[in-house]
């Protein structure tokens, strides 16, 4: 599974795509599948939006107490917040969080698709 | 201290309007993020992992109690209530709307700071000896002479696209509180048999991904010709500087390239070019050495009976003097640490709150002068005695009084995967988890000077080539893993530490370092440091204590 991800230019913020809008919580992000056309056609639409965000990216999800949670921990960092003071998006708990909280193992290290390609 | 004049003010009015212009057309869609990176990057404004982040100048590490107060209203107003001192003497915020920051820069400018030459490839943010001023030891005050560095080097157009970022260090005093041998140029202030002022030169030292010490170019370059030998230094830098390789484009690959006596002989080259006259004015340089004019001091017994009765009665104040005061030039003074380094805290971090108390202490005790150490602490250099014992008590309530300067907990990290967008690890973390190994302050006492080092990916901003004991931080397979350095050293003894071993997990870093601990506790003669110890047995029965636990 993938979601894509991106930060909002007037705050920096961590947002993520769901439904043609910026969410701040991964736990509401639309994800698709790995072969589903419609995350690229998301990213597209992303790219067309620079007054918006700045460099939106696919990433990898793994699949985490029942959830979804992105694959590497860089991005879990990014979904959660920093881990040395919970004052970032864990403050708002659930079960999302936890299972973002829990999930582990991380197969590329940004977590980031087609990483290398991009570069 | 130095206070702007008109110049100063003018200069960083037009930026701070120049770059509120520049946000407000890449709000508009005027501009592209292409187009802006690098008009934000020229004012310390960094896009990161959660949010923008800005990184603000503090010149030498030198703040006045107003400085440090507007801090702690940014930190409040703007961020999430704290502050972030990093390994360049640096302020950074890491929770800034891009929207806020004109408004931020402007309130930076109301105090004569900005965020200029945070970032990009010019002359960064000027170090000198946090002890300046107080200490004995030194030669000159060497903030007179980073105070015309930042003057001339602000803004200069020669090197404002250099090869790479350019950083220089001050330092007057044979101890070696700015890591000056790891700079691209470090000043060793020093006084010749006759009495004229000069400086040792130092260049090519550097840390990231290819750590150099710096090495001497000139033994004794007399301090009236200090800016045209800089100037030399920097036009051979950027003529022959690796412009088509960023990992091969700062000084110290230049200078190991074409090794010291040849780089040394072309500065001296382009240096007879420019010529023989005084480079810095002499009404210029007695203007700026009247803002450091010697502080007036009481005249006071050097023991202070109050003070010393006040420690009988208690330890833990006892405890603190021991770690965290320093002997002042002046009888009766005492140099304070304020300890960032609580345990379990996140190294160099300061809430608005602590910032307050700490301009309230240096105004009401301190003479108005506060530092920040590249070690991520503060100091009000300039105490009396007399007054240590309630200083500490209001320190401690802040929670700002941990006795740890220079202990196992007194440890550098940089902030890592937590905030940083290069990092490939956490640092933070990894510091929190061994400074609540070593929580017991007399454990550590016994442990004695022990300087750990973080840094969360090979450019090093946590200087842990030059740890007595470095943790890099590394990418293995998308899993946090940890390099450990042994040996290293930022001060005047500097060294680049060796490879333990193999990289360990995250969850294995805070046992190895106290294995290295027992190792060093069993291995010391009387008197030895740990760094004394490694260098006198070496690496083997520290990695052989390590990775037989590890197995």
Redesign the interface.
Known sequence: MKALTANRLNDGEVVFWRKGQWVEQFADADLFADEDPAAEAAEGHAKNQPGVVVEPYLIDLVESAGLWAPLSYRERIRALGPTNLAHGKQTRGGAAIEALLHAHGAARSSGRVDLIKRK | MYRYDTIDKDMLADRTAEFRGQVAR????EL??DQFKPLRLRNGLY??????MLRIAIPYGSLNPVQLRKLAWIGRTYD?GYGHFTTRTNLQFHW????DAPDIVDALASVDMHAIQTSGNCIRNVTADPYAGATAEEIDDPRVWAEAIRQWSTVHPEFNWLPRKFKIAVTAAARDRTAAKTHDIGLNLKRSRDGTLGFEVMVGGGLGRAPHIAQTIRQFLPATRLFSYLEAILRVYNRHGRRDNIHKARIKVLVATLGREAFASQVEAEWEKIGQTPDLPDHELARIRGAFAPMSFATLPPVSEAFEAAKLGDPALARFARNNLKPHKVAGYSIVEVSLKAIGA?PGDMTSDQMDVVADLAEAFGQGDIRVTHEQNLVLPHIKLDDVAVVWARLAKAGLATPNMNLVSDIIACPG???CALA?A?A??VA?HIARKFAEPDRAERVGELKIKISGCINACGHHHVGHIGILGV?K????FYQLTLGGSGAEDAAVGQALGPALPYDKVADAIDTLVDVYLRERHDGERFLDTFRRTGVAPFKEAVYADVD
């Open positions: 890449r709000l508009a869609g592209t993020e896009l990161q992992l959660h949010a923008y999430k800034i709307k891009l929207a996140t995967l937590d905030y490939n956490r933070i973390s929190q990418d397979k998308g899993e946090e």
